[in-house]
Each structure stands twice: as C-alpha cells, then as structure tokens.
C-alpha cells in the first residue's frame, strides 16, 4: 500500500518541530479527514535555510510533511512555491489515490508559510491576494480545506 520512502518518512520524519522566530508559518487543515499541518520556515537573503513542521494526522501526513521540509530547504521562495501536491507525491515514490489529499495539505502549508513570510516583509498589504498561492494577508494562519 505505501512505498518504502513513505513508510521511512513516516518512521523517522525529518525536520519535526518548530522554529522559533520563524519567517513564516503556514498552518491548513482537511476537515473532513482531520489532519493538521504547521509548518515553519527560516528565509535568508530569499533563500530557505531552514523548514520544519508539525503535523497532526495520519502516517501519509507526517511522511508528506516531512518530504516537503526537505523539498523546499535550499530553494528560492519562487521555486518552494512552485512545489506542487503531484511532485511531495512522487518525492515519496507515489501515494494511494486516497492519501493524495495529504500532498495537496503539503504544498498548501508551504505556500501558506511563504504567504505569511511576504505578508511580514511588507510584500503583500492586508488582504492584498497573493498572485504566487491566491491567498490573502489574512489567510496565513489557519486554512481548512474540505475538499483536498
């Protein structure tokens, strides 16, 4: 049912935790299934330097969590908000059909942080949308998603 590189994310997750004074935070969710993903990113000269996550749900989550902290470290903020639900999926050498929706968390959590990032650094005004990801200022924080 799950790959190899699924079950090794999900047994030994990469990149747990917080980071403190981070540059940006980007919390969704799926309200039908009940995951949670936060997820944390240092940014240095539009460089991420540093992700992490917390993640409150099933195995396919916390792997999914984990593989796009290690997909956006090193990028460019243009190109982590280019990660896409289809590339966290085959990162992990695919997911079961009904475990897609957890990619789909991933690559809104990463666009949500780097929302939030923009938003601090004054590169969006207060419910100014976001072109990059179609949020607003004020979406950062906690986005459910129903459908995903």
Known sequence: MYSEKVMDHFMDPRNVGEIENADGIGEVGNAKCGDIMKMYLKIENDIIVDAKFKTFGCGAAVATSSIATELVIGKTVKEALNVTNNAVAEALDGLPPVKMHCSNLAEEAI?????????????????????????RCEDVHLHYNGDS
């Open 111 to 135: 666009k949500a942080a780097i929302n939030d990032y923009m938003c601090k650094k004054g590169l969006l005004a207060k419910g100014e949308k976001n072109k990059a990801c179609g949020r």
